[in-house]
């Protein structure tokens, strides 16, 4: 069986398709979303109703949180350093103009999500199973990643949130790291997902990274008129975190 796990879209219908594409080449059995499906970019309409249509089964991530519930987003903020409230204030300003383009059907879909998606060995969460905000890095120690993940149940524990991908074995189990469809923040600006195989009693982990267009994207977001839309368009192309 082949499980093809993608996460963070982000609004971003020019990845999104090229990942689509990539789709049909390596021909999954069973396809995972991993949340954070529609803020951030310029067609977060487009997005939801495509996953809907697929059928993919998937995760609640933070900021499909936000969307349906902007408190989220302030009690997350409330315990941030002051010198992180402008990112904050740049999201939620972002966040309510996803929120008019997405009207309230979808995002009461997005409240239907829910928080862990479970398979024989294989589990999925968004970050972590305790929190949607907080996950460990890839730097983070062995034990922190365990720690984290090991609660779930399973000898495989697939998480987003931090758009870089990664494969780690940890004693008994293994943890991996889905990237992003978007805004990869890992130096590389194609998209990344994970295709999990399962051969005979072996199950491997491959980390798949597809081009797309990044400049349709950042042409889509000036065009649509989302706030801080330079903004998205500068991690996109550099494919690091920036403050705003």
């Known amino acids: 069986m ?34 954070d499906l529609a803020d951030g970019g310029s067609r977060p309409a487009d997005i939801v109703d495509r996953i809907r249509a697929l059928g993919w089964a998937g995760v609640v991530g933070n900021t499909d949180e936000l969307l349906f519930d902007p408190a989220s987003l302030t009690e997350f903020a409330s315990h941030a350093p002051e010198k992180l409230q ?25 409240r239907t999500l829910p928080r862990t998606q479970l398979l024989d060995e294989l589990a999925l969460v968004h970050a972590s199973p305790e929190s949607l905000w907080r996950a460990p890095a890839p730097e983070a120690g062995d034990a922190e990643v365990e720690k984290a993940y090991a609660g779930l149940g399973r000898p495989i524990a697939v998480y987003a949130h931090i758009h870089r991908s990664y494969v780690r074995k940890l004693g008994g189990m293994t943890v991996a790291n889905t990237g992003s469809v978007s805004l990869s923040y890992d130096g590389d600006c ?12 072996r199950i491997e982990i491959q980390i798949r990274r597809v081009a797309y267009d990044v400049e349709a994207e950042v042409k889509a977001l000036k065009d649509c008129g989302l706030p801080h839309g330079d903004w998205v368009a ?11």
Do not use: C, Q
């Open 234 to 244: 500068e991690m996109l192309r550099t494919a690091r975190f920036a403050m705003p």
């Open 2 to 35: 082949r499980i093809a796990i993608l996460s963070d879209i982000h609004g971003n219908l020019t990845a999104f398709e090229a990942v689509l594409k990539d789709l049909r080449e390596t021909a999954p059995d069973l396809v995972w979303h991993g949340g």
């Open 86 to 110: 402008p990112l904050f204030a740049a999201i939620a300003e972002r966040a309510a103009a996803t929120r008019e383009m997405l009207g309230e059907e979808r995002l009461d879909w997005l």
């Open 190 to 201: 194609r998209a990344a997902y994970l295709l999990v195989d399962e051969i005979g009693p």
